[in-house]
């Protein structure tokens, strides 16, 4: 029996990649540029490149998903273009893994093994003396060398609220997720809606969590080891959030102009496998960042 083979869609050159990679250039330039500037306490133009860079990144979402959308809604891509798109997604979300699991490993490497070795174990009691006399290994270290003291983020309070809005908010995608491959539209409609809302509120109690932190807690990115891995850990995951809200909201547009159905809907199940890990992520940075 002859197999049947589909036609692969090859779409035209596109100008969006050159646009992200530049987007992508100017928010590390002016966030470094940025941190930089407010630790000194100087003026510069560190935030208007951050801005532009992240406005640039958002024009080139909606661009480039405007063109994916119309693409598929001309009928060009095929099933087998289709299992393209999951091993795309798939390996980009491993990648992501990887990404959160370099900083949960610098974390590790903080608290199981430089604190301990400044401490004095392992027969290193000499380098504690030399290094950091009186230094005692503990955690979170709440005091640099050069004697700049903070206060530790409890995870009582905007962490554990912003944990149980975040799996709420997996629960509502879910229930999205059922009511699109069932085709009840409005089901779908108002539990997408209802994620949105979730995933904004958690954006803004990071915000105030960070006023907080800096405000009143004395803790920022000069505290030290763990000022740092704090702040890199939920920054990033924050930014995670922040894409995938986007993300969420381009599906919800498209959701309410009659797009996908329940045997078609892989744009759909993409954002969702992609917020599930965002909330994955932040359970894991909730106990090992805030608890442990």
């Not at 060009?76 to 990404?99: A, K, N, P």
């Not at 004697?147 to 975040?166: C, E, K, Q």
Request: net charge negative.
């Amino acid at each position: 029996m002859q197999q049947e083979y589909q036609k692969y869609y090859v779409p035209a050159q596109s100008y969006w990649p050159i646009v992200g990679a530049i987007a992508l250039f100017l928010i590390a330039v002016g966030a470094g540029n940025f941190v930089i500037e407010s630790t000194r306490g100087e003026a510069g133009y560190g935030g208007n490149i951050l801005t532009v860079g992240v406005v640039l990144l958002l024009v080139m979402l909606f661009g480039w998903f405007k063109d994916q959308i119309n693409e598929s809604m001309s009928g060009l891509y095929s099933d087998q273009l289709g299992q393209s798109y999951r091993q795309g997604m798939s390996w980009f979300i491993f990648s992501e893994v990887m990404f959160f699991a370099a900083f949960f490993g610098a974390l590790f490497y903080a608290r199981m093994i430089a604190i301990p070795w400044l401490g004095g174990s392992s027969n290193n009691a000499m380098t504690n003396e030399v290094l950091w006399p009186g230094f005692q290994a503990i955690w979170p270290l709440v005091e640099t060398p050069g004697g700049v003291t903070t206060t530790s983020m409890g995870w009582m309070g905007l962490p554990a609220i912003n944990t149980v809005i975040l799996l709420v908010s997996s629960v509502t995608l879910h229930f999205a997720h059922v009511g699109l491959e069932q085709n009840k539209r409005k089901q779908l409609t108002a539990m997408l809606g209802i994620t949105i809302l979730l995933g904004c509120l958690f954006l803004f109690l990071q915000v105030e969590e960070y006023i907080h932190a800096y405000r009143d807690l004395g803790l920022t990115l000069q505290s030290g080891i763990y000022g740092n891995t704090f702040f890199l850990l939920t920054g990033f995951h924050g930014m995670h959030v922040t894409l995938g809200t986007i993300i969420l909201m381009v599906l919800f547009l498209r959701v309410l102009k009659g797009h996908f159905s329940p045997e078609s809907h892989f744009a759909f199940q993409a954002g969702s496998w992609y917020w599930h890990f965002v909330d994955v992520v932040w359970v894991m940075l909730f106990v090992f960042v805030y608890i442990l």
